[in-house]
């Protein structure tokens, strides 16, 4: 599975982006597709998942009720809505799937990951 990650921007605090992550390649296998983040030296964090068979959908405290992630199986793709952005959203995000039913939340779940995308908050 190849995953291509695009959305990534610049706003102001307050602001929205939508992040997608097209899928290619094998992806009749894919249970989860999630975003995670990476900030300046900090580790990766979880931020969203869904369930690519359910919609099932998780999120991380900090970005519940502002993250909404979705999905279109026709075109093999995962958005991540973020409304309400904050400084602290700041990071490299990135795309991830698994072909594992393991826990979502998991950086250990996902064996296919994008290149990132990066989104900057200013304030």
């Known amino acids: 599975v190849q995953l291509q990650a695009s959305g990534g921007g610049v706003v102001q605090a307050g602001g929205s982006l939508r992040l997608s992550c097209a899928a290619s390649?094998?992806?009749?296998?894919?249970?989860?597709m999630a975003w995670f983040r990476q900030a300046p030296g900090k580790e990766r964090e979880f931020v969203s998942a869904i369930s690519w068979g359910t919609g099932g959908t998780y999120y991380a405290n900090s970005v519940r009720g502002r993250f909404t992630i979705s999905r279109d199986n026709a075109k093999n793709t995962a958005y991540l809505q973020m409304n309400s952005l904050k400084p602290e959203d700041t990071a490299v995000y990135y795309c991830?799937?698994?072909?594992?039913?393991?826990?979502?939340?998991?950086?250990?779940?996902?064996?296919?990951w994008g290149q990132g995308t990066e989104v900057t908050v200013s304030s």
């Open positions: 991830a799937a698994s072909s594992v039913i393991e826990p979502p939340r998991e950086f250990r779940t996902y064996d296919y």
């Open positions: 390649g094998r992806t009749d296998r894919t249970y989860y």
